[in-house]
């Protein structure tokens, strides 16, 4: 069993920036490709970014592109989700993700979640 916990949401005007961070409880982290996703108020929860176990190969959806970085350190067990460039529509519950089976871009790929955690950006 992963349990994951994220951090580093908060509150931040149109145009800042915010890193969040996820933290793993396995020895094995290394061994896992992770990925972000964020809902919506209303909306479906939905892909914002995979990272390989090695961190060599990154994806991401096409409205995160250029502004939001994706990153690991597998000597801490952390993936890291760097947002550039915030727009209002960024608002979201942010979550990470662990997948035992590779590189995904759909929620059923990923094995293990996180609570989430609040990103709100004020216009």
């Known amino acids: 069993q992963v349990q994951l916990v994220e951090s580093g949401g908060g509150l931040v005007q149109a145009g800042g920036s915010l890193r969040l961070s996820c933290a793993a409880s396995?020895?094995?982290?290394?061994?896992?490709?992770m990925g972000w996703f964020r809902q919506a108020p209303g909306k479906e929860r939905s892909f914002v970014a995979t990272?390989?176990?090695?961190?060599?190969?990154?994806d991401y959806a096409n409205s995160v592109k250029g502004r939001f970085t994706i990153s690991r350190d597998n000597t801490k067990n952390t993936v890291y989700l760097q947002m550039n460039s915030l727009k209002p529509e960024d608002t979201a519950v942010y979550y990470c993700?662990?997948?035992?089976?590779?590189?995904?871009?759909?929620?059923?790929?990923?094995?293990?979640w996180g609570q989430g955690t609040q990103v709100t950006v004020s216009s």
């Open positions: 993700a662990a997948s035992v089976r590779g590189l995904g871009t759909n929620e059923y790929d990923y094995d293990y």
């Open positions: 396995t020895r094995t982290f290394s061994t896992y490709s």
């Open positions: 990272i390989s176990w090695s961190g060599a190969i990154t």
